[in-house]
């Protein structure tokens, strides 16, 4: 399993465009990128994913450069609800591999 | 994507005493998983439980202080055993979505041993 690395906190305000990068050097041909959100007292909920390029949802965009050993989770527009852990997490698409959490970003939104 | 509903959501026990939390999913899933969050701290794997087999536990948890059952592909426990303050964290169970690469997750069982 490939190893992420991010930011262990941000701070922004409301309004603000966010990214979050997360480096992932050893991740492997057939892993996906996944980005997960944790609010206080909440379980982690799956926010996007992406093999390469640009994914965009409706919660967030998923930027991969073409060598895949990082990405970039944007936030557009943030408000004071968008405070909350974020994971980035690499995960094999085949079979029902385990995830394992690394530390997150706990990003902060200020009025 | 399934829904997962776990209980108790809160309890405090006695050191010594033993606690289980239990996890329903109202579909069917393969696999589920049983993670621990202490405070502060990000999601650590406990183990992973398969219908119809033992669990299999990550290095550091041992199935003496963890005993997991998964009767049937829609339920599952963990039971945490005789407790210590230590033991004092957030449990969540999580399943693996048709999707293979997206999780979904309980809202936990925060646990506090005194």
């Known amino acids: 399993l490939a190893k992420t690395t991010q930011p262990i906190s941000m701070d922004s305000y409301e309004g603000q465009e966010v990214n979050i990068t997360c480096s992932h050097n050893?991740?492997?041909?057939?892993?996906?990128i996944t980005w997960y959100q944790q609010f206080p007292s909440q379980g982690p909920r799956f926010i996007i994913q992406?093999?390469?390029t640009k994914v965009t949802n409706e919660v967030a965009s998923l930027f991969i450069p073409a060598d895949r050993k990082s990405s970039t989770l944007s936030l557009p527009r943030v408000s004071l609800s968008d405070t909350a852990v974020y994971y980035c997490?690499?995960?094999?698409?085949?079979?029902?591999?385990?995830?394992?959490f690394g530390a997150g970003t706990r990003l902060a939104v200020h009025p | 994507s399934a829904v997962i509903s776990q209980k108790p959501s809160r309890d405090i026990c006695q050191r010594g005493t033993s606690l289980t939390i239990q996890c329903q999913v109202d579909?069917?899933?393969?696999?589920m998983f049983w993670y621990r969050q202490q405070p502060g701290q990000s999601l650590t794997l406990i183990a992973t439980?398969?219908?119809?087999?033992?669990?299999?536990?990550e290095s550091g948890f041992v199935i003496d202080k963890f005993p997991i059952s998964r009767p049937n592909l829609t339920f599952s426990t963990l039971t945490v055993s005789n407790l210590s303050p230590e033991d004092s964290s957030i449990y969540l169970c999580?399943?693996?979505?048709?999707?293979?690469?997206?999780?979904?997750f309980g809202q936990g069982t925060r646990l506090t041993v005194v």
């Open positions: 997490l690499v995960v094999s698409s085949g079979g029902y591999n385990k995830l394992i």
């Open positions: 050893n991740i492997a041909t057939n892993d996906y």
């Open positions: 439980a398969n219908q119809g087999s033992e669990a299999t536990y």
């Open positions: 992406g093999y390469k």
């Open positions: 999580s399943h693996r979505g048709e999707r293979d690469t997206e999780a979904f």
């Open positions: 579909s069917q899933v393969t696999m």
